[in-house]
């Protein structure tokens, strides 16, 4: 795999087209899990979002329905290709709960954004 | 599904990346709803019971990531990795010169040709398609476009279409395989370069090439707001399009 296209399991990049600069750009990908939670071109920095609400909504039913189908998928694998299930074992023990911390990481960013702007307009309001 | 009994190869065109960007940021390896784009072409063309041959052209440098993602996300189906060209009309070639064999032994009757980041395809679409270009030689799924207007040179508009007889024209196309190598041949002997393969089928043969209704859902991923748009469809069918 070149290695580009994935430096971490939540941020992607591609080529896509760009509703501003109108031509194809390189853009930013940022995932939480399998949800897409948001581009950004990388010319002119045009951002798409999905609703923060329905992302966690999504994520979370998404994060459920991962964990209740891991082990049949993890079987398969194993069936598949088992001297490589066995050596990624040690290694996935110790980065899955990383990885999943990285992919949480857009939703926990909306949250301490959002929980930031309470407390301003709380401040404003003398709170 | 099997309505016609013809045996079927499908190539999927996954060889695009923009070249400004070079082929390891293709977006047709980007993930979509828990597979990456182009798994969802795949899955639903291994569904269709007469393909038997599939095809999957890609760039040098992105064979090892095709190559580890249809063992993860494709494992039941049988999917041949070749190297694309520079161009789709190169990749589509590639693809046709892979099969040449086969068809001219005849154990290839229908080619079909989908662009690999068109993830939404229905295997009955697929199915229609297969049926007409076994009929009549090549067929094409297109929508209707209406509310068409005709702009002069400066920008004037000279007259108005509420329906028009154009269509905007997707993939997977199918096509009679003998007639397509022919007309790929025909093409790279004269160094005729075409838009998409029904251009160079009817530049290069007889063959009738007839409008299958296309599907909204078949979107080509262009913009981002495609990838949230095709991720709430897959979401909306179940992950499975009929």
Redesign the interface.
């Known amino acids: 795999m070149p290695a580009d296209v994935r430096w971490s399991d939540s941020v992607y990049r591609a080529g896509l087209m760009c509703r501003v600069c109108r031509d194809v750009e390189l853009h930013e990908l940022r995932y939480a899990g399998r949800i897409l939670a948001a581009s950004t071109c990388l010319r002119c920095g045009a951002v798409v979002k999905h609703d923060e609400g329905d992302l966690r909504k999504a994520y979370l039913r998404d994060l459920e329905s991962r964990l209740r189908t891991k082990p049949h998928r993890m079987v398969k694998r194993a069936v598949r290709h088992p001297a490589k299930f066995i050596g990624h074992l040690p290694s996935a023990i110790i980065h899955k709960p990383l990885s999943l911390l990285e992919e949480a990481k857009p939703l926990v960013g909306s949250l301490a954004e959002r929980a930031r702007l309470l407390g301003r307009a709380n401040q404003a309001r003398g709170l | 599904m099997k309505p016609t009994g013809a045996k079927v190869a499908a190539v999927v065109l996954a060889g695009g ?2 070249t ?2 070079g ?5 047709v ?6 597979r990456r784009v182009v798994s969802w072409s795949l899955m639903a063309i291994s569904r269709v019971p007469c393909i038997a041959r599939i095809v999957l052209t890609v760039r040098p ?2 064979r ?2 095709a190559e ?1 993602i249809l ?2 996300e494709v ?1 039941d189906a049988t999917v041949t990795i070749i190297e694309g060209g520079d161009s789709r009309h190169a990749s589509e070639y590639n693809a046709l010169r892979h099969l040449e064999a086969d068809v001219r032994r005849g154990e290839i009757d229908i080619v079909v040709i989908h662009d690999g980041a068109r993830p939404l395809i229905a295997p009955s679409l697929i199915c229609e398609l297969i049926d007409v270009a076994h009929d009549v030689g090549g067929a094409v799924p297109g929508l209707p476009i209406s509310d068409v207007a005709e702009v002069d040179g400066e920008s004037r508009i000279r007259d108005r279409f509420k329906e028009s007889s154009l269509v905007r024209v997707q993939t997977p196309q199918a096509f009679d395989a003998r007639l397509l190598l022919a007309a790929y041949t025909a093409a790279a002997a004269e160094g005729f370069t075409g838009s998409d393969t029904s251009s160079c089928i009817e530049r290069f043969t007889d063959a009738v090439v007839k409008h299958v209704p296309g599907d909204e859902r078949n979107l080509k ?5 495609d ?2 748009l095709a ?1 709430q469809i897959l979401a909306a069918s179940g992950y499975s399009l009929q």
């Open positions: 990346g923009g400004r960007f082929g390891s940021h293709n977006k390896y980007l993930p979509l709803a828990g440098e992105d090892g990531l580890e063992d993860r494992p991923l262009t913009y981002p707001q990838l949230f991720e």
